[in-house]
């Protein structure tokens, strides 16, 4: 079911306000763990623009988190820099060294995250998102532990409530840690465009596309590898 909630004022300055926080969405997966913190969270989204019923759906259905610092002027934003990252059931990839300590020298396919990046991607079939030699050259040259398969894109305010993007062709995508502040190149260019649903099931339950908004925390894109906003594809 798609959740799209435009947001409708008669104060155009609503996304522009004072209001400093920090925020991440992450899906399904919750980090709000209990109510004084939901209601801590929907008050400042309040007050950073979104209606009641918005924030309903944002704390409860995407488990918005609010850290209490809120150091982090997002709502004076008209557009937030997001990643759309893959979950999998395998958790992550680790550096490209560790997971090709195998007899083949290559990374295993079969119970593992690299198995369902590539089934995602559609890789071996007639009509491949990306190009195998572009995603294995990101890959070789990923330097951290926790990789996830990344899409970096900037959402405008409005669209912070929706569950569907199409991703345009030409988007880099690639792999990235944003818990070690590392990852691949990010330059893989999808050959046709993409529509994801966020948190829909893609081989299994545990397969989806969660959106987290890219905190400026030491591990955003952008300071982990000292490039421009550019590099977020609008969508």
């Keep these: 079911m798609t959740i799209s909630i435009p ?4 104060d155009s300055s609503i996304g522009k306000k004072n209001t400093k926080m920090r925020i991440r969405l992450h899906g399904s997966n919750r980090t709000c763990t209990n109510a004084g913190d ?3 969270c929907k008050k400042v989204l309040v007050e950073g623009g979104f209606t009641e019923e918005q924030a309903n759906v944002l704390v409860y259905d995407y488990g918005v988190s609010c850290p209490i610092d809120m150091n982090a002027e997002y709502f004076a934003r008209d ?14 990839m680790n550096s490209y060294w560790f997971e ?7 990374p295993e396919t079969e119970g593992k995250y690299w198995g369902d990046v590539l089934k995602v991607l559609e890789i071996g079939t007639n ?9 294995n050259q990101d890959v070789q ?6 990789n996830l398969l990344t899409i970096p894109v900037r959402i405008e305010f409005k669209d912070l409530c929706n569950t ?6 030409g988007t880099e995508i690639g792999m990235y840690d944003s818990y070690s502040g590392g990852g691949g190149l990010l330059n893989v260019p999808l050959l ?19 959106m987290v908004v890219d905190a400026l925390d030491g591990y955003a894109i952008t300071d982990t590898y000292g490039t421009y906003e550019s590099q977020y594809r609008e969508i």
Aim: charged fraction near 30%.
């Design 127 to 135: 009509n491949p998102l990306v190009d195998r030699e572009k995603l």
């Design 141 to 146: 040259n990923t330097s951290s532990g926790a």
């Design 164 to 169: 569907e993007f199409t991703i345009p062709k």
């Design 38 to 40: 939901d209601e801590h």
């Design 100 to 106: 090709s300590q195998t007899e083949s020298g290559e």
């Design 7 to 10: 947001i409708t004022s008669s």
């Design 192 to 210: 046709r465009d993409y529509k994801i649903v966020l948190n829909k099931p893609l081989i299994d339950q545990y397969t989806y596309w969660r």
């Design 79 to 92: 557009s937030f820099l997001c990643r759309f990252e893959l979950m999998s059931n395998y958790d992550c």
